[in-house]
């Protein structure tokens, strides 16, 4: 999450996104431990939380949880 908040130029706008897709890759493949590991899911809702502080709809929409 630290990496993701620092990258704060224009030219780290495609890190962010490779960040939340590496996300969206972990989520999709693992499903079951985002529904066994509560301290998962908080750490995931925190960096969603994140990417909304950030304006960036596009990486919040990646990194959702929520229809798992």
């Given at each position: 999450?630290?990496?993701?908040r620092d990258c704060n130029d224009d030219s780290h706008k495609m890190t962010r996104l490779k960040i939340c897709y590496f996300m969206r890759y972990w989520i999709v493949t693992f499903p079951a431990e985002f529904n066994l590991d509560l301290g998962l899911i908080q750490i995931?809702?925190?960096?969603?939380?994140?990417?909304?502080?950030?304006?960036?709809?596009?990486h919040f929409k990646l990194i959702d949880i929520s229809a798992m």
């Amino acid at each position: 999450m630290s990496t993701y908040r620092d990258c704060n130029d224009d030219s780290h706008k495609m890190t962010r996104l490779k960040i939340c897709y590496f996300m969206r890759y972990w989520i999709v493949t693992f499903p079951a431990e985002f529904n066994l590991d509560l301290g998962l899911i908080q750490i995931t809702e925190e960096f969603r939380e994140v990417a909304a502080q950030l304006g960036s709809e596009e990486h919040f929409k990646l990194i959702d949880i929520s229809a798992m």
